[in-house]
């Protein structure tokens, strides 16, 4: 317990990050607005989970690494790491994702093309995205360390912005290299919006203008072998997020299982940090033209 | 090993290849061929002639379009002068549909995702610009 409280205030020292109105308050569910060309957001995030009788409780942070390459093409890398009350604290592995969107104007319904490669052991407790079965969350982490999983996972997200709403949907797909387990499925689903529709003249920080709110419903959907509801977790999470800044926002959501095999509740937290113009002082670096 | 090695070496050919478009050279071209539909030119702003919602979009500007435009407007790099006679000249209604869709791929970023009338504070605001 004494490595997740050290785990929990390390992250707590780390700079602090708001969120930007423009983005969104959901940890797990993606919608189309991708990061702004040439601006790198830092987002430092934390997976919180109460056990069921016979676990135990974890803290599983997440470092995010987000760069707008082109305006339709967003990078992303992630660091993992968790820490299980009475056990250990470990690193569980990365993962490097890449989100395109075929087209360049807005739509009714705006879809997104998502890869991702991951290379973590089974001992990974982020759950950003929910595919498959249930997770082990029982096991000790040495004996869920050694298996390693290189897994591959596609999404199709839409996403849609009506009256200052935003709806989005993604279907997950998921592939791991590393064991014969057949493509496993997963959902996200996702509503939101700002709780001010204008701004106000004067600068404020706890004004309405600074925070959206909504809700996801995520989930596995089996695999091939086995698909359905059956020994799934899914799980119903309120969301909550507060512009700090202009250029980092707080998010916050209490996510509340859904099935036997879910967690009863799964705190997340998360603060985004956002370098704008990246690129362009990368260039000035290089040699080209600001 | 080879298969963290190969993933690894994955990693840095993207890095690589971001930093390359990064450092690209930029500089401000219009785009001739970033036209607002009909529909979109004649809509007229909810907020014309509110002075508070001027103010607002002034702090919506400084915080979304500063960084690329510059915070009297007149374009950093491949970023537009608003302050131009071609973008003033432009109606709300235009301005609106472009900080709607944006242009992605002239680097300009869709901001669909503020309210529909924080955008139409940003429309306000640019037309007082100069």
């Known amino acids: 317990m004494r490595k997740i409280y050290l785990a929990a205030v390390c992250i707590g020292l780390l700079p602090a990050m708001p969120l930007r109105s423009q983005e969104s308050p959901y940890f797990v569910t993606y919608d189309h607005h991708m990061e702004e060309p040439g601006n790198l957001e830092i987002a430092t995030s934390a997976t919180i989970g109460v056990p069921r009788a016979g676990q135990h409780a974890f803290f599983a942070p997440y470092t995010e690494l987000e760069y707008g390459v082109l305006g339709r093409w967003t990078s992303e890398l992630y660091l993992e790491g968790q820490s299980t009350a009475s056990d250990s604290s470990i690193f569980t592995g990365w993962r490097l994702e890449n989100r395109v969107r075929p087209f360049e104007r807005e739509h009714w319904i705006n879809p997104v093309l998502y890869f991702e490669f991951e290379d973590i052991s089974e001992a990974d407790k982020i759950q950003k995205e929910i595919v498959g079965h249930s997770p082990d969350l029982s096991s000790p982490n040495g004996e869920l360390h050694r298996n390693k999983n290189r897994e591959l996972e596609w999404k199709l997200i839409l996403s849609s912005n009506p009256h200052d709403w935003n709806i989005s949907e993604n279907f997950i797909f998921e592939k791991n290299l590393s064991a014969n387990e057949g493509v496993e499925f997963g959902y996200a689903f996702g509503a939101s919006r700002p709780l001010a529709s204008m701004a106000t003249p004067n600068p404020c920080r706890l004004c309405r203008e600074n925070f959206s709110a909504g809700v996801e419903f995520y989930g596995g959907l089996g695999s091939t072998r086995q698909f359905g509801l059956q020994d799934t977790a899914h799980y119903a999470a309120p969301v909550l997020a507060w512009q700090v800044s202009d250029n980092s926002s707080l998010r916050f959501s209490p996510g509340f299982g859904l099935t036997h095999e879910s967690a009863p509740v799964l705190f997340r937290v998360g603060y985004v940090y956002e370098i704008q113009g990246l690129g362009r002082k990368l260039a000035q670096w290089f040699g080209g033209t600001p | ?130």
């Open chain 2, 1 to 130: 090993m080879k298969r963290s090695l190969a993933a690894a070496g994955l990693v840095l050919v993207i890095a690589s290849l971001a930093l390359k478009v990064a450092a690209e050279n930029k500089s401000y071209h219009p785009d001739l061929h970033w036209l607002a539909p009909e529909s979109a030119i004649a809509r007229p702003n909810p907020l014309v002639g509110n002075a508070e919602a001027v103010k607002g979009g002034k702090k919506l500007f400084h915080r979304y379009c500063a960084d690329c435009h510059g915070a009297d407007g007149k374009g950093v790099g491949r970023a537009a002068n608003l302050q131009s006679a071609d973008v003033q000249i432009e109606s709300d209604g235009i301005l609106f549909w472009k900080i709607t869709n944006g242009n992605l791929d002239r680097g300009m970023p869709s901001f669909s995702g503020l309210p529909e009338l924080e955008r139409w504070q940003l429309a306000l605001y640019i037309h007082k610009m100069n």
